[in-house]
């Protein structure tokens, strides 16, 4: 089945965008990035996405994060739908933040398995589902979620993740609770000792008690 896994590296492809033709490493330059594709250009819930996105264009490269969208429409298409995103956030004079790639054959959505079987267009063929793909500055996939086409993402739980993703891997012996936001306390992996945490984590280590007795629940605060 075609598509990506964590891990993989993400392929190198070659595109046509709103801002020419680019080779996606190249793009990307050893910087964190996120890949979001949409069904259709010129449709209600993309544009409320898009301009989601752009509003939020700054805090995405304060993170060191670069944006690139994907749709199956023509560069054409998307430069003309790029100034109704901007014109729903009422920021019509301005340039889309962020390019959009053109996949007019679904070769690269195909490739990277984003087609959505269930939503047909009008010649009958299948159109992107609203796929997240966050790659890291070593160009391998560190996190992809795929949701339908009639479902629109919440792009603050996007940056929450990429937070999250930025965290663990600068600090390799902690990982994320359900609902972690930053600045919340961390937990220590489950092979981290005891010893190792005192040392690792000056701030101390607390353990949450349960019925088990086992001591696997150890939070610090970074």
Not at 58 to 82: N, Q
Request: hydrophobic share 40%; charged share 25%; aromatic share 8%.
């Amino acid at each position: 089945m075609p598509g990506i896994l964590l891990g993989d590296e993400f392929p190198n492809f070659e595109a046509d965008t709103t801002i020419g033709r680019i080779k996606f490493h190249d793009f990307l330059n050893k910087s964190w990035g996120i890949l979001f594709s949409h069904p259709k250009d010129f449709t209600p819930v993309c544009t409320t996405e898009l301009a989601c996105a752009a509003s939020l264009s700054d805090k995405f490269a304060k993170r060191g994060v670069k944006m690139i969208a994907l749709s199956i429409d023509s560069v054409e298409d998307h430069c003309g739908w790029s100034k109704d995103v901007m014109a729903f956030n009422s920021q019509a004079s301005s340039p889309l933040p962020f390019p959009i790639i053109a996949d007019e054959k679904r070769q690269l959505s195909t490739k990277l398995g984003m087609l959505d079987p269930d939503e047909i267009d009008g010649d009958g063929m299948p159109v992107t589902a609203r796929c997240v793909f966050v790659i890291g500055p070593d160009n391998r996939l560190k996190l992809s979620i795929l949701y339908p086409a009639t479902t629109g993402r919440n792009f603050d739980e996007l940056l929450r993740v990429i937070d999250s993703l930025q965290l663990t891997a600068a600090q390799k012996k902690v990982a994320t609770p359900v609902n972690w936001k930053p600045g919340d306390k961390v937990m220590v992996l489950p092979n981290v000792s005891d010893a190792e945490a005192a040392t690792l984590f000056p701030n101390g280590v607390t353990n949450k008690e349960v019925p088990s007795g086992k001591k696997y629940l150890r939070y610090t605060q970074l």
